[in-house]
């Protein structure tokens, strides 16, 4: 969840997805953000896509890996996300897997620890 009120071509196109739905994202952001009239939405300290101050830049972040599903409403957010940290010099990897939002990657186990 890298940007609150959504509006990406994959969260349109897989609003309905049965494992995280746009519905589901959009609870998920009412949740964390209690009342706001869309003003926190646009706060760099809320959306990983909005530009942080001089001060608080993406190079000050650890090295990163993303993961992102291609049927996910998530995916676009994820990419966006990618991008800017690989222009940041902070991407160390970033895998896409041709299946829905978490629950079908590829090895992973779903029992849990």
């Given at each position: 969840?890298?940007?609150?009120?959504?509006?990406?071509?994959?969260?349109?196109?897989?609003?309905?997805?049965?494992?995280?739905?746009?519905?589901?994202?959009?609870?998920?952001?009412?949740?964390?953000?209690?009342g706001d009239d869309g003003t926190l939405a646009?706060?760099?300290?809320?959306?990983?896509?909005?530009?942080?101050?001089?001060?608080?830049?993406l190079d000050k972040l650890p090295p990163v890996?993303?993961?992102?599903?291609?049927?996910?409403?998530?995916?676009?957010?994820?990419?966006?996300?990618?991008?800017?940290?690989?222009?940041?010099?902070?991407?160390?990897?970033?895998?896409e897997y041709d299946t829905y939002h978490v629950?079908?990657?590829?090895?992973?186990?779903?029992?849990?620890?």
């Amino acid at each position: 969840m890298a940007k609150p009120n959504g509006g990406t071509k994959s969260m349109i196109k897989y609003w309905n997805n049965p494992f995280w739905s746009g519905t589901q994202n959009s609870f998920a952001w009412s949740v964390y953000l209690p009342g706001d009239d869309g003003t926190l939405a646009n706060d760099w300290r809320v959306s990983l896509l909005v530009d942080p101050p001089e001060q608080e830049t993406l190079d000050k972040l650890p090295p990163v890996y993303i993961q992102i599903n291609t049927k996910d409403v998530l995916r676009d957010e994820g990419e966006m996300y990618a991008q800017r940290l690989k222009a940041a010099g902070k991407l160390i990897e970033f895998t896409e897997y041709d299946t829905y939002h978490v629950g079908g990657v590829p090895g992973l186990d779903r029992g849990g620890p």
